[in-house]
């Protein structure tokens, strides 16, 4: 697979894809089979206002100078998400998991074209609520979970003070990303590679899936 750039103009991606494999532009892009769904929800989130950008090789929709929603597709589906979802009161329950290891249900997930205009109502009021919060500086309350951190990891972060000290400085989310990814592997040795292998992108602040 070739490294690409991913895109910097959202257009692009309506037309072509993110940018970030060998199928960009080309017929099998996943992108392509939700052409119609994807526009539509392009349309939706112009038509309440939001304005659009070109984040991680998806459209990003803000308000207010927030993130609000980002576009994305899968083999098998597409998806509209909300970036706080926490906040979301979700009274049509069609919220949903990214993953088993998300805390909240934040995606609405189609697997036909037509859904989101026959969804358009819903949409836009679930759209409009995100904007609200973001215009009145609204945030989720902070997280009270506890992270747990591999035994491999706890013993590197002793040896390696600076490891450690960058470590705790980011920001919620790529440590427990980190904490994760390092779990995932189920021999020590393997999560031990884990670690010494991401201090460079710790130490430059990144998450274990940021380039």
Same mark, same amino acid.
């Given at each position: 697979?070739t490294? =690409?750039a991913m895109i910097?103009? $959202? =257009?692009?991606?309506?037309?072509?894809?993110?940018? =970030?494999?060998d199928? +960009?532009?080309t017929p099998?892009c996943?992108? *392509?089979? !939700?052409?119609?769904?994807?526009? &539509? /929800? #392009? #349309? %939706?989130?112009?038509?309440v206002?939001?304005s &659009?950008h070109?984040? !991680?090789?998806?459209?990003c929709?803000?308000?207010?100078? *927030?993130?609000?929603?980002? %576009?994305?597709?899968?083999?098998?589906?597409? #998806?509209?998400? +909300? +970036?706080? $979802?926490?906040?979301m009161t979700?009274p049509?329950? %069609?919220?949903?998991?990214?993953?088993?290891?998300? @805390?909240?249900?934040?995606?609405?997930?189609f697997?036909?074209?037509?859904?989101p205009r026959r969804? &358009?109502?819903?949409?836009?009021s679930?759209l409009?609520?995100?904007m609200?919060y973001a215009? =009145?500086?609204t945030? $989720?309350?902070?997280s @009270?979970?506890?992270?747990?951190l591999?035994e @491999?990891?706890v013993? %590197?972060m002793?040896?390696d $003070?600076n490891f450690?000290?960058?470590f705790r400085?980011l920001?919620?989310?790529?440590?427990r990303? !980190?904490a /994760?990814h390092?779990a995932?592997?189920?021999?020590?040795?393997t999560?031990?590679?884990r670690?010494?292998?991401?201090?460079?992108?710790?130490?430059?602040?990144k998450? !274990?899936? &940021?380039?």
């Amino acid at each position: 697979m070739t490294d =690409r750039a991913m895109i910097t103009d $959202p =257009r692009v991606y309506f037309t072509k894809g993110c940018g =970030r494999c060998d199928r +960009f532009g080309t017929p099998d892009c996943v992108t *392509r089979p !939700w052409s119609e769904g994807l526009a &539509e /929800l #392009r #349309r %939706i989130c112009g038509a309440v206002g939001l304005s &659009e950008h070109a984040k !991680w090789g998806h459209p990003c929709y803000m308000h207010a100078g *927030r993130n609000i929603a980002v %576009i994305g597709a899968l083999k098998g589906s597409y #998806r509209l998400g +909300f +970036f706080h $979802p926490a906040l979301m009161t979700d009274p049509k329950r %069609i919220l949903v998991k990214q993953g088993p290891n998300t @805390e909240h249900a934040g995606s609405v997930v189609f697997t036909t074209n037509d859904q989101p205009r026959r969804m &358009e109502a819903t949409l836009s009021s679930y759209l409009t609520e995100a904007m609200d919060y973001a215009e =009145r500086g609204t945030l $989720p309350a902070k997280s @009270e979970r506890t992270l747990n951190l591999p035994e @491999e990891l706890v013993a %590197i972060m002793d040896d390696d $003070p600076n490891f450690a000290e960058a470590f705790r400085a980011l920001t919620p989310g790529r440590q427990r990303g !980190w904490a /994760l990814h390092y779990a995932g592997a189920s021999k020590s040795k393997t999560r031990v590679s884990r670690v010494k292998k991401s201090r460079d992108k710790v130490m430059a602040g990144k998450g !274990w899936n &940021e380039r």
